[in-house]
């Protein structure tokens, strides 16, 4: 089943303001990806966090793997209508499969 | 550059009718995989094939089987559709030194 946490599940912003979005795991990963998707699009990857405590800028984007690598979260600043979109995050273990686990979801809404 | 192209992009199916969801990729990547987006569950894989001629159950394989054609194509089949596979398929792929996958625009079935 779903292994990773992922809060909150939607946002109602408007634009200019800061997002935070977090995911937790009971399982140690030791990777972390965020992701975004646009409507009718497949996910895209915004950022990804390869050592445990790395905090990680692209833009507006800043994400950090967790110290204890069960968590991660991603902040977006001063938003733009254009950040409208589904975020997810995702962990890997090292194992041989090297697939993503993905959490449920953060639904991001900017009102202009 | 194409990156990952599945199809077909809709498909309306009956209960009992099977289908193959096609997927190719360009960028000369080891590892593909097929995962399913439900609302609210996030992305969970079905199927993955690390190298060609290689292919392993993900966390839903049931009603579903895969065939690793070449090292481009990754085609998932359905034999006896039900409605719970109603869903939107994504099709993957990642290079060897990557963490990050790269989607396809994605599948969306409708099974009636």
């Known amino acids: 089943g779903q292994q990773l946490n992922q809060s909150p599940q939607s946002m109602f912003i408007q634009e200019g303001e800061d997002v935070s979005m977090n995911c937790t795991s009971s399982s140690i990963f030791n990777t972390w990806l965020w992701y975004k998707q646009d409507p009718g699009e497949g996910p895209v990857l915004l950022i990804a966090l390869y050592k445990a405590g790395e905090l990680t800028s692209n833009g507006r984007l800043t994400a950090q793997f967790g110290i204890t690598r069960k968590d991660s979260f991603l902040n977006i600043s001063a938003s733009i209508p254009s950040d409208v979109g589904i975020y997810f995050c995702?962990?890997?273990?090292?194992?041989?499969?090297?697939?993503?686990?993905f959490g449920s979801g953060t639904r991001l809404q900017v009102q202009p | 550059n194409a990156g990952v192209t599945q199809t077909p992009k809709f498909q309306v199916l009956k209960t009992g009718q099977s289908m193959t969801l096609q997927c190719a990729q360009d960028m000369n990547h080891n590892s593909m995989y097929w995962y399913r987006q439900d609302p609210g569950m996030g992305l969970r894989l079905i199927y993955y094939s690390a190298s060609e001629g290689t292919t392993d159950k993900g966390e839903v394989p049931n009603g579903y089987n895969v065939s690793r054609l070449n090292k481009r194509e990754f085609s998932l089949r359905l034999e006896s559709a039900a409605p719970s596979q109603t869903s939107v398929y994504f099709c993957?792929?990642?290079?060897?030194?990557?963490?990050?996958?790269?989607f396809g625009e994605g599948s969306r079935l409708t099974v009636l």
């Open positions: 995702a962990g890997q273990r090292d194992t041989g499969r090297r697939a993503l686990t």
């Open positions: 993957a792929s990642r290079g060897a030194h990557t963490g990050e996958l790269f």
